[in-house]
DNA sequence: CGCCGTGTTGACTATTCTCAACCCAGGTGG
DNA sequence: CCACCTGGGTTGAGAATAGTCAACACGGCG
């Protein structure tokens, strides 16, 4: 069940059998959500970590007055909280998209866990850079690309995060956010989305129905949306690369 | 000279005598900056930690046509690429504002450090984790604020983190950006953040002049900026009411 | 059968951008 | 010592992107 986690850890290295064997036994428990549920809430405080398995989940941010944000898309294999624990209070809030399964990894386990494969350490430090680049990647989303460039590239950075823990199935992935869910992760309004999407769709470079993403041509498509893969740091094995140097 | 780094990781837990002397102790050496100079390309590999010692350091991310987004603004005490050294090839650049120092701790040396003193390793993944907060908050920032709200929220923040390593003077502080360079942290042009600007100063919020903030009424510029100051986390020795917990 | 959530469309508005000009202070070279 | 040049800040006018409001379509579910 946590395949997809190993499967993004093996980006950045390539885990032993007994590597592989203590991650998969890590998640203590594991939580079912019902679609549109919150894992975690502004300000709560957390001592374990949450690996999502299984659907999608949103983490966002809102404003006194309602305005909301999402400012990650947390897909199969991405941790929930990270480290979390070690903030005073969490400042965001979680919430499942669809029903989902959340491993959960409490934090002595999480201790123990890399103590005993000191290599793991890094690969979740790893893990929590990559975070943090796609944080970073989005400010850019928002504050320079235009509407059509923005939807087109939150469309390519999903696909090549699905498709690395083995979730696409050729041109498609799943993509259950509503179009006001994606306004929100992209600072657009729903209707503009919505004219947005449909501009994609002229373009001929994707559709997108019943929860379902198809990206006719990833290569225009990523041309549109000046999309580079490197800030997914994906691209495979840097520990081995780091070794060799 | 890195008495603004413990001051900040202080915010975090407090420190024995042993472990700041560490702190200090640990850059190599010391690099001088120009302004306007760069300390890292998108797409360089780093093999040690840079530490801003003194002076303002911009994040950035460019578009192939030269838009520009600034991701983060680094001050003293922050560091300029934490743990870096684990990605194939950093996904920013990083250029001084002003003249500017920072301290360069070789890979090797932090590895000796959190070994010897692991409760800095807690405290050096706290830095992490903050660093993420201020890039989810910026997302919300540019993704949902109004203009007016952008900048006050970004002046808020700025004095506030400055004041944590203790670099305001009463109502002020340093701000050396240009107008310009505010509008690619915000995702605005610069002839909308001067009007912006001159917005704030109208309401009697702020003055800015000579590379010089003041922030006259700052309740008042939070309430505007719709600012909580929870995502900088620091309020305070989470390390401490963890242990208590 | 009717309701609700989601997607779609049209008409109008508004925030923000672009372009272009101008000002001013500081630094440089003659 | 002064002329000039440059980088930043400021202003105005017009254009464009994106937002708002309101209505309607459609499908699934109770």
Known sequence: MTQALIRKLEAFTALSEAEKAAVLAAPATVRQLEAREDLTREGDHVNAVNVLLTGFALRYKTLADGRRQIVSIIVPGDFCDLRAYLLGGIDYSLAAVTTATVGIIPRERLDQ??????????????CGLVEEAIAREWILNVGQRTALERAAHLFCELFHRLRAVGLTRGKRCELPL???????????????VNRTVQELRRLGLISLEGRELTIHDLP???????????YLHLAGRSAERLQRA
């Not at 866990?113 to 790893?126: E, G, Q, S």
């Not at 509503?178 to 503009?192: C, I, Y």
Request: charged share 15%; aromatic share 4%.
């Open 113 to 126: 866990l890399v103590a005993a494969h000191p290599r793991l350490r890094d690969a979740l430090t790893w």
């Open 220 to 230: 225009m498509l990523e041309a549109a949306a000046l999309f580079s893969p490197a």
């Open 178 to 192: 509503t179009q006001t869910e994606l306004g929100e992760a992209m600072g657009l309004s729903a209707v503009h």
